[in-house]
């Protein structure tokens, strides 16, 4: 697979990365209950499949970890599976009706890792803006593992929405000419 790895690979892995990082970064700033990181990884994965979809979620992690939010790095493995899944999902490039089935299913993985990351290595405390409903919910009798994953899904899933609309709207303007080149 690396070995036929074009320029043109290349430069969307890249580009993805810089989507990651500024989206993660406006979702910081802006203390947003969604993240924003992941549009990168999401058109990578749907225009060059699940083995080049990880690369723009670890990377842009590695990255944005050093520079500006140390928690991305503990939520690397998300980005991971997250580029597989969305890779296997969208193997066909399906641009279809169902996109809320599709951001269902590439949510529930991502959902269930980052909870567990969340809950047990942070406390439910992150550099999230949804660090306040998890932080609220936990004092109800969910407890702060569920309330993590309750909170963890439905930013996830309204993230990952948002996303594949963007990234829908930007591949059906792509030329043809270059998603041609995309797929060799």
Known sequence: MLGKISVHKITLIALAI???IVGSYIALVL???IYLDSMGTIMTAIL??????LFPGVLSALITGMTSDIYALYYMPVG???????????????ISNKLFIKAFC???????????ITAN????????????LVQLLAKTPLGLTLSCLIVQ??????DRLLSLWLVFSVIK????????????
């Not at 590439?106 to 567990?116: F, G, K, M």
């Not at 303007?173 to 060799?184: A, E, F, G, H, I």
């Open 153 to 158: 899904f439905f930013t996830d899933y309204f």
């Open 48 to 53: 060059l499949g699940p083995f080049y979809g």
């Open 106 to 116: 590439i949510s529930i993985p991502a959902s269930l890792i980052s909870a567990c």
């Open 121 to 132: 290595l942070f406390g439910g405390i992150t550099s999230s803006g949804s660090t306040m």
């Open 80 to 94: 991971i599976v997250l580029g597989i899944v969305t890779g296997l999902v969208f193997r066909r490039r399906n």
């Open 173 to 184: 303007k792509l030329p043809d000419s270059l998603t041609n080149k995309l797929k060799n």
């Open 18 to 20: 810089v989507i990651n």
């Open 31 to 33: 203390h947003l209950p």
